[in-house]
């Protein structure tokens, strides 16, 4: 089963994310801030992350910066999930690795599962 890592401080969201996940036959872990998300990324392996970026203690650009500098994480699919919608949030997620970027407000989960699955395939 594939695993997914939803870094989330919202948590209705982020239950909301593990409920059309799990239900997609995703084993989804949530964590709700930077430091969570680096912590569980040493202590497991995953197929992707979702990340938010603007989360407690370590925003999702550091969070995204760190991966993509690690031999063990570069290489995990990034899909940011923020309401931070400007071109230059957009382009600097790009540029330190994230594979796709959504704008939260503009994207229902559904169409986010979509989106997974052709970046990681199906979860068998």
């Known amino acids: 089963m594939r695993k997914i890592l939803v870094v ?13 996940l799990s239900k997609a036959s995703y084993n989804v ?3 709700y801030d930077g430091e969570e998300a ?7 392996k995953f197929d992707l992350v979702i990340l938010d970026l603007v989360i407690p203690k370590k925003d999702g650009f550091s969070v995204l910066s760190e991966m993509k500098k690690n031999d ?6 990034v899909v940011v999930a923020s ?17 796709d970027y959504i704008v939260k407000t503009d ?6 599962v979509a989106k997974l699955q052709s970046l990681i395939g199906p979860t068998s």
């Open 83 to 99: 309401n931070l919608g400007q071109k230059e949030d957009i382009d600097k997620a790009l540029e330190l690795g994230a594979n």
């Open 107 to 112: 994207f229902s989960i559904t169409n986010l």
């Open 8 to 20: 989330e401080d919202d948590k209705f969201l982020a239950n909301a994310y593990r409920v059309k």
């Open 72 to 77: 063990t994480w570069k290489n995990i699919p």
């Open 29 to 31: 872990v949530l964590v």
């Open 38 to 44: 680096m912590d569980a990324l040493q202590t497991d």
